[in-house]
Each structure stands twice: as C-alpha cells, then as structure tokens.
C-alpha cells in the first residue's frame, strides 16, 4: 500500500515545491553527456553499449539504446536483464557469470526470448555449469571471456589462462565463443592525469591484443569482439585499434568519484544527478543539519563526500542514516533552506530510491521509477 509520502511530483511541477531527499536529474546535462560519448564511438567507429546498472530504469535504457543507434545495453545482474527484458530492450550483454542451476536456467530462458544475449565466463567453474544448462534445453549461448588486467576481481589472470579457455569454450557445443572483455578499470584506481589515463590505457589495450593473438594463433579462434572500458576510461581506451566496443555507465550523470579521478576534463557542470536536500536544523553557527544521510546518500567509498553542485562556501562533512551533517563556517545555510549535493557514488545512491526526478530549467518532465532497483539476484 502506497502512503502519502510515496506520491511523485506532476509534470510541470517546479523542483522547489518537491518534498526532499529527492534525486535530481538536469535533463540538459545527462542529454549532453549521453552525445560526448555517443559522438565519440561514432567518431571511433565502435559501438557503445551503455551499462545500465548505473541507473536500472528502462527508459533510460532506451534512450541510450537509441541515442547509440542500436548498440544495446549491458547489464550486472540476471534479474536486471529480466527487467529490461521485460520492458522491451532485444539486445543484452551480461557481465557477469552465473553459476547456480537456477539461475542459469533462468537466464537460458530470458536468452531465448531475446534477439541477441551473450553472458560473461572466465574458469572452468562458471564455464561447465553454463554448457550443462544450455544442453538441458538444448540451446547455444553466446559467451565473451573476461580478461583480469589488473584489478584483480574475475577474469582469466595470465594469457596462459586466457588462451586455455578460450579453447575450452570452443570445445563445448552449446557455447559459442563471442568475443572477450578487458576491463582496465584497475587504470581509473591509480591514474593521476590525463597523461596517466592515455599511457596506462594504452598499455592495457596493447595487453589485450597481445593476449588475444595467442587466442588466434594458438587456437584458432577468431576474436571478434572486445569490449572495454568504464566512464573514466573509455574515450581513452577506445582510441586504441583492438577495441570494438566501450562499456560505461555513470557518463550520463558523473559524481564525485568523477570529478576527483577527471579533474581535468569535467567539472560540476558536468554532474547531472543531485541529491535535492532541505536543511531541517542549525544547533549551533557553525553547523547545519540537512535531511540527507548515509540512507539517501551512498557513502560506500571511503574519502568521498557530497558536493554542494551551486555553493562552494558550505561542505558537507559527514553523515548518519537520516541526518547530513553540513559544516558552514564559511556560509550561512537556515533550515527550511535547500542544497543540492552532487552524490560521492551515483549508482548506489540511485538504488537507494524508488524515482528520480528529470527536470529542466528547474520544471519537472519525467519521473522515472527506478524499476530495477534491489534486482541483486
């Protein structure tokens, strides 16, 4: 049952009359950052497949698809695909692997009724499972190998594995090998400028076409597809002769994390999901209090804070679950009084809301539920 507080804003509405936290999203902003991406894969010649964990609502997913051309999304959960599915995107790629017998069924199942699915392996762990569940259903699904460059996460870690499974994935009758994905994330962790993001991308890109000639040669499996690349990484990445695709997904919104590792090429300006606050109460000149914390903010990454997107005399300094605590030693911030915060990490402080709110020039267009919220399985 819904409750009064549940009840979104109405087209038209004016952001100042909604009731906060709410998430914001300047329309202008995400539509130009969605074309500086999308021009720079056509300027490229690669596709753009945008990952839509970042943000999990359908819509948008189209949007993206569209503003692409076609390229389709990329999705980290099965119950993810399951929604997008359900709401009309045809062409999905899973970057994940799934190992449990339920699950694989599940996703044999939503691969079927797709135009076009490919999931993600890297060890014989996840590699047998997925031959054992197609054959149950007598089906072939498209896999892509995943790389470990570096971050140390999943992906085959040396090329030895590399070319092993590859060859391993050839072998098997309902697995078609797709392609591979490097993902050089490991890049945005410790690169420090521009010039660090162009070398240490590049040396990532020489490492993946070095790994994917032993598949050839060793082999004899073509590798048609690559795909690479986050947000910080992918105009960088992209340049790079190997790659056939870029993967990001916070390029529509950014966020703090964004502006500390890109310092150099986006600004606040840049950053279209804010979280709209009310200050609710200051105890004493020195501190406000806004009614925005770690429930309504993601605080999952140490040493990042909120930004304040239109104020720089005011800086938000730490947080419990419903309370932000605002330090205004240098500003005056009144309760009744609102700020908006650019979010240290968008994509988990979207998954903390059922909506967001698009506006422009400050007057609500959409409100889009965030469908896929918590779909984790």
Known sequence: ?????????????????????????????????M????????????????????????????????MTGGDGILCQTLSEVEVMAQNGI???????????????DRLIRVSEKLDEFTTTVDTPGNIH????????????????????LGLNRVGAPTVEDAVEMAALIEELPNLNFAGVMAYEAHVALSAESKEDFERLCAEAMDQTAEWIDRIETETGVSVDEVKVGGTSTSKFSGKHDVVTEINPGMYPFNDVGELNRRDFEIGKEDCAVTVLTTAISSPVEERTVVDAGSKS?????????????????????????????????????????????????VCTTINLHDTLVGHRDGVVEEVWEVQARGKVK
């Open 297 to 345: 903010i993601s605080m999952d990454i140490d040493g990042l804070d909120p930004v304040p997107k239109h104020r720089d005399d005011i800086s938000y300094e730490n947080a419990s679950e419903e309370h932000g605590y605002v330090d205004t030693s240098e500003g005056t911030l009144d309760a009744g009084e609102r700020v908006e915060f650019i979010t240290p990490h």
């Open 35 to 66: 074309r500086d991406y999308a021009s720079f894969a056509d300027e490229q010649g690669i596709g753009l497949r945008s990952h839509v964990k970042t943000h999990k609502i359908p819509d948008l997913a189209h949007l993206q698809n569209e």
């Open 90 to 104: 045809d062409d999905i790629y899973l970057s994940y692997m799934v190992v449990e017998e339920s699950k694989l």
């Open 1 to 33: 049952m819904r409750s009064l507080t549940d009840l979104d804003p109405d087209v038209y509405d004016s952001i100042d009359d909604i009731e906060t936290p709410a998430v914001l999203v300047d329309l202008d902003v995400m539509e130009r950052n």
């Open 129 to 148: 499972p997925l031959q054992e569940a197609a054959a149950r259903r007598d089906a072939v699904v498209d896999v892509i190998l995943e790389f470990d």
